[in-house]
């Protein structure tokens, strides 16, 4: 199925839908793509005779499943559009079934402008899931430029080789002893942020849509984060009471370094709670007064990119760390949800 800008293989849940006489699907619909639920909806009940239920609750991730939730209300097939698989993650309460919204934009425009900011030989290339079809084309265009473009593995939750996701960039890491720099193909700054924290090299990201470059923008915002984290650390440090969050979504459960947190903070006399939440939102923690700083085990994202919506610090785990006195602040690492 074709809706602007994006295709979507529908015709597979079609297939899946009719083979398994599938009677009630939900479906899962990122926030980028709610606009078109009805078309999604209308396709799926002209070719089928299913009954389709949209989940309404923001989705952000392939992180985010369901599934126990709809077997609870007699559903027996999920569909989440617009993201890969995490690999890992098996064990569903009903198929799942995940669909990449593929991007129909051709890159080779915005690779070829990015070309003259390009100083470094050898080049890791990444993107997001809606691009990375798109990946071998844009390494023969650095080929053919002179450069030498690799493309690395990512771990265990990662679908596709050079596929990032704002938690995990092993497909970067893996050969970030390889490459002088990173080349990555997308928009908005919310994956090249993560991908220049993590991987410490310089980042050149190039957005097909705008065919904007950007390099130095890049590098002064992960200034402008380093030193928020930094303050977050500094604002926490005479802290007596934690609040450690476990995001209660399949793909970001970390209850074990939650309890670990747990223990450190014992260790250093410190009280601490754990407070599990499906999808994290500032108001409602307010309500828990007596917290002086929290340490997200959830998505990583939430401390790094919501950090202003919080009355109180939140940390990441290895912020946490640093506070503690247990790491340097030489040591930063961004957080990353890996295997
Ligand atoms: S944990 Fe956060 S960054 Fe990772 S897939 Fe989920 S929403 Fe995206």
Not at 33 to 44: A, I, Q
Not at 146 to 169: A, T
Not at 193 to 198: A, E, V
Not at 243 to 257: E, H, M, S
């Amino acid at each position: 199925m074709k809706i602007p800008g994006y295709n979507i293989d529908l015709e597979k849940a079609v297939k899946i839908i009719k083979e398994n006489d599938y009677e009630r699907v939900v479906l899962q619909v990122p926030e980028g793509l709610k606009s078109h639920y009805s078309k999604f909806v209308e396709f799926l009940e002209e070719k089928t005779s299913a009954s389709i239920i949209i989940s309404a609750d923001p989705c952000f991730g392939a992180c985010d499943i369901v599934s126990s939730e709809f077997k609870d209300l007699n559903a027996d097939f999920m569909v989440q559009i617009g993201h890969t698989s995490i690999p890992n993650i098996k064990d569903f309460s009903i198929p799942t079934l995940f669909l990449n919204a593929i991007s129909d934009i051709d890159v080779s425009k915005a690779i070829e402008k990015a070309i003259p900011s390009i100083k470094e030989k050898k080049i890791g290339l990444v993107s997001t899931a809606q691009h990375i079809h798109m990946l071998d084309n844009a390494g023969e265009i650095l080929v053919k430029n002179g450069f030498e473009p690799i493309v690395g593995n990512g771990d265990d939750r990662i679908d596709s080789k050079g596929q990032i996701l704002g938690c995990n960039f092993s497909a970067a890491t893996s050969i970030a002893d390889k490459v002088d720099a990173f080349l990555f193909i997308g928009s908005g700054n919310f994956h090249p942020l993560g991908l220049i924290l993590s991987t410490k090299k310089p980042v050149i990201a190039c957005d097909p849509y705008t065919n904007e470059v950007k390099e130095k923008e890049l590098d002064d915002l992960k200034d402008i984060v380093l030193r928020q984290r930094y303050g977050a650390i500094a604002r926490s440090k005479d802290a007596k009471t934690f609040g450690i969050l476990v995001g209660t979504k399949k793909g970001q459960q970390r209850i074990d370094l939650a309890h670990e947190i747990q223990e450190k903070l014992d260790s250093k006399q410190k009280k601490s709670y754990i407070f599990t939440m499906n999808h994290f939102s500032p108001p409602i923690l307010e309500g828990f007064r007596n917290i002086d700083c929290f340490v997200s085990t959830a998505c990583p994202r939430i401390a790094i990119d919501d950090y202003m919506q919080y009355k109180i610090p939140i940390l990441t785990p290895v912020e946490l760390d640093i506070l503690l006195g247990l790491k340097k602040w030489e040591d930063y690492q961004f957080d990353e949800i890996r295997n």
